[in-house]
């Protein structure tokens, strides 16, 4: 069974960082796409961060300061979120296995599994 479980998350003061990442147990993440999400209460699910055959991709709203990374060793990947604002305030999922082809990793609709979400709190 494939299993994305997820660590790391919490409360921070704005301008500072986290780290959330995403285990995978049943799958090699480096052979699939991988993808970063979040939600809140009053907004749909929102891009994030995606990783597809080899490249990353980040949204408007996050770029230059979240960064994805990926450790082989552990069949893990990571978000790291610096300069972390209020508005990041959200509950945070990964994502992985898109159909075989797809060639665009934001499309939360069409990932096969899904991390338990993490928690980040930005306070100012």
């Known amino acids: 069974e494939v299993q994305l479980v997820q660590s790391g998350g919490g409360v921070v003061q704005a301008g500072g960082s986290l780290t959330i990442s995403c285990a995978a147990s049943?799958?090699?993440?480096?052979?699939?796409?991988v993808g970063w999400f979040r939600q809140t209460p009053a907004k749909e699910r929102e891009e994030v961060a995606c990783?597809?055959?080899?490249?990353?991709y980040y949204s408007t709203a996050v770029n230059g300061r979240f960064m994805m990374t990926s450790d082989s060793v552990n069949n893990t990947v990571s978000l790291q979120l610096n300069d972390l604002e209020p508005l990041d305030t959200a509950t945070y999922y990964c994502?992985?296995?898109?159909?075989?082809?797809?060639?665009?990793?934001?499309?939360?609709?069409?990932?096969?599994?899904w991390g338990q979400g993490s928690q980040v709190t930005v306070s100012s």
């Open positions: 994502a992985a296995i898109l159909p075989l082809h797809a060639a665009n990793c934001f499309t939360p609709e069409r990932y096969a599994k």
């Open positions: 990783r597809i055959e080899g490249r990353k």
């Open positions: 049943g799958i090699t993440l480096r052979g699939h796409a």
